[in-house]
């Protein structure tokens, strides 16, 4: 069966990678992925990736010092990415391809625009904040792609339309190095916006205490802000999107629960980690603190999303490879 090799940048705790394998689950293609390198600066992001996947793949190193030598060397036909989202905030202050932690991605759009045709992969998926959608950084990174003969297509995705009552609107490119206008967007058919699953689903502790943990109980700083909380039940068929600041910063970093007569709580780390629909057997090694722990899924993907638009790339390159 071909194999289709793959580099992941930015990898974080694995996020993409875990939708490329729901994609390959679900879908019976003739062909395998096989993730031959993945990169990300953390060191805690290696840790929990190379926990929950078979270990020795990543590489703790800055994407942007990646030499032109690295993309000859080792061609792939899949490249995956999750670049910092920070450039593209109002909380990031909007410098786009001007702030440094724009770089690594810039370094990648160099390398599609300049090195050898033989060095290109078939196929790159990207995610980003919405805001990245009328970034320099982005028009740059479209140029390279058209330069070198690559058709794309844009969504922006929110796990409510795929039966999951999160929200975290996303923005994703899809690209394959073909000219056939068709050959994306085949496998992608969210069914709405709404959801009738409700929380309950992806909680865990006892029913019969309204789900109340005491280990995550409001925090005191918490109850200052408690206007502008977003208070959902178990019952809720909805919660806002959970960032990385989540139980440090009240305001706009995710959902509370509401346990009835016991109060609020927060959300636990593996909680959320199940609403991005990760795998069940998913786990952060023991050495990082919840507080890290939400501020890596805060970080991380919705992988229901990843596999559809992944399922994309995968009959893409099962279609190429056919037709060559
Ligand atoms: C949006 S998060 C990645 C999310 C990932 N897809 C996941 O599922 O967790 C961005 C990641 O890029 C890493 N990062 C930031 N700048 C980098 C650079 N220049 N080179 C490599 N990694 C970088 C961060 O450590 C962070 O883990």
Not at 63 to 78: A, G, T, W, Y
Not at 178 to 193: F, M, V, Y
Not at 247 to 272: D, N, P, Q
């Given at each position: 069966?071909?194999?289709?090799?793959?580099?992941?940048?930015?990898?974080?705790?694995?996020?993409?990678?875990?939708?490329?394998?729901?994609?390959?689950?679900?879908?019976?293609?003739?062909?395998?992925?096989?993730?031959?390198?993945?990169?990300?600066?953390?060191?805690?992001?290696?840790?929990?990736?190379?926990?929950?996947?078979?270990?020795?793949?990543?590489?703790?190193?800055?994407?942007?010092?990646?030499?032109?030598?690295?993309?000859?060397?080792?061609?792939?036909?899949?490249?995956?990415?999750?670049?910092?989202?920070?450039?593209?905030?109002?909380?990031?202050?909007?410098?786009?391809a001007a702030d440094p932690r724009a770089a690594g991605l810039k370094r990648l759009t160099n390398v599609l625009r300049t090195c050898p045709s033989a060095a290109l992969p078939f196929g790159i998926l990207l995610e980003n904040v919405?805001?990245?959608?009328?970034?320099?950084?982005?028009?740059?990174?479209?140029?390279?792609?058209?330069?070198?003969?690559?058709?794309?297509?844009?969504?922006?995705?929110?796990?409510?339309?795929?039966?999951?009552?999160?929200?975290?609107?996303?923005?994703?490119?899809?690209?394959?190095?073909?000219?056939?206008?068709?050959?994306?967007?085949?496998?992608?058919?969210?069914?709405?916006?709404?959801?009738?699953?409700?929380?309950?689903?992806?909680?865990?502790?006892?029913?019969?205490?309204?789900?109340?943990?005491?280990?995550?109980?409001?925090?005191?700083?918490?109850?200052?802000?408690?206007?502008?909380?977003?208070?959902?039940?178990?019952?809720?068929?909805?919660?806002?999107?959970?960032?990385?600041?989540?139980?440090?910063?009240?305001?706009?970093?995710?959902?509370?629960?509401?346990?009835?007569?016991?109060?609020?709580?927060?959300?636990?780390?593996?909680?959320?980690?199940?609403?991005?629909?990760?795998?069940?057997?998913?786990?952060?090694?023991?050495?990082?603190?919840?507080?890290?722990?939400?501020?890596?899924?805060?970080?991380?993907?919705?992988?229901?999303?990843?596999?559809?638009?992944?399922?994309?790339?995968?009959?893409?390159?099962?279609?190429?490879?056919?037709?060559?």
């Open positions: 069966m071909p194999v289709l090799t793959v580099l992941e940048f930015f990898h974080g705790i694995g996020g993409l990678r875990a939708g490329l394998e729901k994609a390959e689950q679900e879908i019976a293609l003739p062909v395998v992925t096989e993730v031959t390198a993945a990169f990300d600066i953390s060191s805690i992001c290696a840790d929990t990736y190379n926990h929950n996947f078979e270990p020795g793949k990543t590489f703790t190193r800055d994407v942007k010092s990646l030499p032109d030598s690295f993309f000859i060397e080792n061609r792939s036909d899949l490249w995956t990415m999750s670049p910092p989202c920070q450039p593209y905030t109002k909380r990031g202050k909007e410098l786009d919405p805001g990245f959608e009328s970034s320099h950084s982005l028009s740059e990174l479209q140029d390279s792609l058209r330069i070198r003969g690559f058709s794309f297509v844009k969504h922006e995705l929110c796990p409510t339309q795929f039966e999951i009552p999160n929200k975290r609107k996303r923005f994703y490119l899809v690209a394959v190095k073909s000219t056939k206008s068709n050959i994306l967007g085949t496998a992608r058919d969210p069914p709405g916006g709404h959801t009738e699953r409700r929380l309950e689903e992806f909680l865990f502790g006892d029913p019969e205490r309204d789900y109340y943990e005491e280990e995550y109980k409001l925090p005191a700083h918490y109850l200052r802000y408690q206007a502008a909380l977003d208070v959902v039940t178990q019952s809720s068929t909805e919660s806002d999107c959970f960032t990385g600041a989540y139980g440090r910063y009240a305001k706009g970093s995710g959902s509370v629960l509401s346990c009835g007569s016991h109060g609020m709580r927060l959300f636990s780390s593996k909680e959320i980690t199940r609403l991005h629909d990760f795998p069940e057997l998913f786990e952060y090694p023991q050495h990082v603190s919840e507080l890290k722990r939400y501020q890596l899924v805060g970080n991380s993907v919705n992988v229901r999303v990843v596999a559809a638009l992944s399922k994309d790339l995968l009959y893409a390159a099962a279609q190429a490879s056919q037709s060559s």
